[in-house]
């Protein structure tokens, strides 16, 4: 798929839906972009959000490149079932490792084994969380594969046979991986050159630099007899990048403990102090 991306393998084409085949067929291809491959039951969850705005744009430029792995048509019987009764008992139903297998070596087949270059990520709960420096080290890489669990996830043996990296976007269950998936693609995508106009809103934003983003203000001046603060209309670019910078850290301060103690140490900072050490 690297190099034909939109061709169909047989059965098992690496899109099974006309909206993201369409989006992968009539734009222009830069030959190394960044791609993810997302194996899921839900093909049609793609694009997406992604397919909008910034990260649309991006996709119909060939800046970067999505492809989707229909694990239905892996599937076995008159249904394809993909699942079976979980083993011990219990309620719902377990992704078998065999059915998994199969989509995993195909979505593998052509892309490059070093899993620095090319991460292989199971969406999870009990994954470690995704952060915005894990997005920087996503969008260095060549690509990714992801993939999206259902019911009550998949058997633990295809985890461990491949080695397969465990990611969660947070500390709630939801009902599949799609959403998941789309939140890391989305993150990992705005980091790659051009894909946001702007390069310099990337690396000034919330994380960065441990710290969460000043209050922004647009127009108009005066709203519900709420001002924009004198300083950010004074013109004076230091003053109001100090102001920024006293803001991004009160409000670190105040909503994330972790985070300030974070900068603090990064900075030589006592983080109960307002004294550099
Ligand atoms: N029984 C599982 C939850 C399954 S939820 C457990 O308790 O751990 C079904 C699927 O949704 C999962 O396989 C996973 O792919 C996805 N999912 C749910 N919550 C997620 C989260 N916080 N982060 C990433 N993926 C998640």
Same mark, same amino acid.
């Given at each position: 798929?690297?190099?034909?991306?939109?061709?169909?393998?047989?059965?098992?084409?690496?899109?099974?839906?006309?909206?993201?085949?369409?989006?992968?067929?009539?734009? @222009?291809?830069?030959?190394?972009?960044?791609?993810?491959?997302?194996?899921?039951?839900?093909?049609?969850?793609?694009?997406?959000?992604?397919?909008?705005?910034?990260?649309?744009?991006?996709?119909?430029?060939?800046?970067?490149?999505?492809?989707?792995?229909?694990?239905?048509?892996?599937?076995?019987?008159?249904?394809?079932?993909?699942?079976?009764?979980?083993?011990?008992?219990?309620?719902?139903?377990?992704?078998?490792?065999?059915?998994?297998?199969?989509?995993?070596?195909?979505?593998?087949?052509?892309?490059?084994?070093?899993?620095?270059?090319?991460?292989?990520?199971?969406?999870?709960?009990?994954?470690? @969380?995704?952060?915005?420096?894990?997005?920087?080290?996503?969008?260095?890489?060549?690509?990714?594969?992801?993939?999206?669990?259902?019911?009550?996830?998949?058997?633990?043996?295809?985890?461990?046979?491949?080695?397969?990296?465990?990611?969660?976007?947070?500390?709630?269950?939801?009902?599949?991986?799609?959403?998941?998936?789309?939140?890391?693609?989305?993150?990992?995508?705005?980091?790659?050159?051009?894909?946001?106009?702007?390069?310099?809103?990337?690396?000034?934003?919330?994380?960065?630099?441990?710290?969460?983003?000043?209050?922004?203000?647009?127009? @108009?001046?005066?709203?519900?007899?709420?001002?924009? @603060?004198?300083?950010?209309?004074?013109?004076?670019?230091?003053?109001?990048?100090?102001?920024?910078?006293?803001?991004?850290?009160?409000?670190?301060?105040?909503?994330?403990?972790?985070?300030?103690?974070?900068?603090?140490?990064?900075?030589?900072?006592?983080?109960?102090?307002?004294?550099?050490?």
């Amino acid at each position: 798929m690297t190099d034909t991306p939109h061709k169909s393998h047989g059965r098992l084409s690496m899109s099974a839906t006309a909206s993201p085949r369409e989006l992968m067929t009539d734009r @222009p291809r830069l030959k190394d972009a960044w791609e993810a491959r997302v194996i899921t039951l839900f093909p049609e969850a793609f694009p997406g959000t992604l397919g909008l705005s910034l990260t649309g744009k991006a996709l119909q430029e060939g800046l970067w490149r999505l492809g989707t792995v229909d694990l239905r048509q892996f599937g076995e019987g008159r249904h394809r079932n993909i699942d079976d009764t979980p083993a011990g008992g219990g309620a719902g139903m377990v992704m078998r490792p065999d059915i998994l297998a199969r989509a995993i070596d195909h979505a593998l087949r052509d892309v490059p084994k070093d899993r620095t270059r090319w991460p292989l990520i199971y969406l999870s709960p009990r994954g470690k @969380p995704f952060t915005q420096a894990r997005a920087r080290t996503l969008s260095q890489a060549e690509g990714m594969t992801l993939i999206c669990g259902r019911f009550e996830g998949v058997d633990e043996r295809v985890i461990e046979h491949y080695g397969i990296e465990e990611v969660s976007i947070g500390d709630y269950v939801l009902t599949g991986g799609e959403i998941a998936a789309q939140v890391l693609i989305d993150a990992t995508v705005r980091l790659i050159p051009r894909v946001l106009g702007n390069q310099a809103s990337v690396e000034e934003e919330s994380f960065s630099a441990f710290l969460l983003e000043h209050p922004q203000y647009t127009k @108009p001046a005066l709203w519900e007899g709420r001002a924009i @603060p004198d300083i950010l209309l004074s013109g004076h670019h230091a003053k109001i990048a100090e102001w920024r910078r006293v803001e991004a850290e009160r409000l670190t301060k105040e909503r994330r403990p972790d985070l300030w103690r974070a900068y603090c140490e990064s900075h030589g900072r006592d983080p109960d102090g307002d004294q550099e050490l």
